[in-house]
């Protein structure tokens, strides 16, 4: 087993608590409504302490079916969050996990900056590349822009 570390940031004109809010505290009730071309469900599975389990069910046709987050923690004051995914989604046989680590920061226009840290556990001798890396995380934005353009559309929504 191999762990490939990659950040990245994503800037957002939404303010730092209302992207973790909907991100995190309403993700039940947000993502399926902010992209119902994406995602039919989102249930908890415990009371959203860490070790709690999160399955995000996709609508039919898209790559995946489902994907299982564990969560590690979050942090409402500093607007972070930490889980790791462990089942489904694009594992696949290659890798064992993915765990990530968020945090929005306020940037200077109002907006926020999401940063990310993300480890990607590999099983025996695969090597992740970044281009699939990148990959990855591009097909999890269309699901923030979708949450985001949800959040600017409906400025009393996560307040």
Known sequence: MGV???EF??????A????????VLEAAKVWPTAAPHAVKSVELEGDASPGSIVK??????L????MKHQIGGHDENNFSYSYSMIEGGPLGDKLEKISYENQFV?????????KSSIKYYTIGDYVITEDEIKAL???SEVVY???EAYLLANPDACN
């Open 4 to 6: 490939v570390s990659y």
């Open 16 to 23: 730092p608590a209302r992207l973790f809010k909907a991100f």
């Open 137 to 139: 995380i591009k097909g």
């Open 9 to 14: 940031e994503v800037t957002s004109p939404i």
């Open 106 to 114: 306020a940037a200077a226009d109002g907006g926020s900056i999401c």
């Open 63 to 66: 790559p995946y079916q489902y």
């Open 145 to 147: 822009k979708a949450i």
């Open 56 to 61: 995000i069910t996709f609508v039919e046709g």
